[in-house]
T-cell receptor
Framework: GENVEQHPSTLSVQEGDSAVIKCTYSDSASNYFPWYKQELGKRPQLIIDIRSNVGEKKDQRIAVTLNKTAKHFSLHITETQPEDSAVYFCAATLPWGKSTFGDGTTLTVKP | NAGVTQTPKFRVLKTGQSMTLLCAQDMNHEYMYWYRQDPGMGLRLIHYSVGEGTTAKGEVPDGYNVSRLKKQNFLLGLESAAPSQTSVYFC????????????????FGAGTRLSVL
């Protein structure tokens, strides 16, 4: 089955710096790669996603890149703010809807 | 439009007891999922359903059963609870097709915190 590895497990940055989280996947059939943000005690919520026919997508301060050949994708957050502090999960999704999640990255943005 | 609703929000069980977690969605989604989330770990898929009357096993199905008798509801059952099933359980639902393209944004419920003593 699909295997998703996510790095780093924890990330601490100063406010205003950039943060990068990387994921690799194993199943070349995966064609949809969402990123979720989970604040403490809350449910995961989608922040950005990318399909396998696209190499990069940007939404204000966040961007996602995908390298299908290497089977890895990354989340980039620029100009980080304290409210960006949360756990971030990547996922690789097969065409029939089954997603495999990474183990998460705890991002701390220090004011 | 409530989205995905899970009941109950909290539950404490004794080892060997049984219970059912209910997930309801009002978005007419085809797919529904049950995950468990343990500290320091991601979301692990227990069971999922691609449509009314169908279910399939995920990564960690042992000790759980599910049913999808109605499109909007997905039930997760624990027949004989064990301490290892102490976890936070999330239900999610998603679309399948939108204008000829698969669309699988998962919308999550608020979670059920279960403790098994």
């Amino acid at each position: 089955g699909e295997n998703v590895e996510q790095h780093p497990s924890t990330l601490s940055v100063q406010e205003g710096d950039s943060a990068v989280i990387k994921c690799t996947y194993s199943d070349s059939a995966s064609n949809y790669f969402p990123w979720y943000k989970q604040e403490l005690g809350k449910r995961p919520q989608l922040i950005i996603d990318i399909r396998s026919n696209v190499g990069e997508k940007k939404d204000q301060r966040i961007a996602v890149t995908l390298n299908k050949t290497a089977k890895h994708f990354s989340l980039h957050i620029t100009e980080t703010q304290p409210e960006d502090s949360a756990v971030y999960f990547c996922a690789a999704t097969l065409p029939w809807g089954k997603s495999t999640f990474g183990d998460g990255t705890t991002l701390t943005v220090k004011p | 439009n409530a989205g995905v609703t899970q009941t109950p929000k909290f539950r404490v069980l004794k080892t060997g007891q049984s219970m059912t977690l209910l997930c309801a969605q009002d978005m007419n989604h085809e797919y529904m999922y049950w995950y468990r989330q343990d500290p320091g770990m991601g979301l692990r898929l227990i069971h999922y359903s691609v449509g009314e009357g169908t279910t399939a096993k995920g990564e960690v199905p042992d000790g759980y059963n599910v049913s999808r008798l109605k499109k909007q509801n997905f039930l997760l059952g624990l027949e004989s609870a064990a301490p290892s099933q102490t976890s936070v359980y999330f239900c999610a639902s998603s679309y399948t097709w939108d204008r000829g393209q698969s669309k699988n944004i998962q919308y999550f419920g608020a979670g059920t915190r279960l403790s098994v003593l």
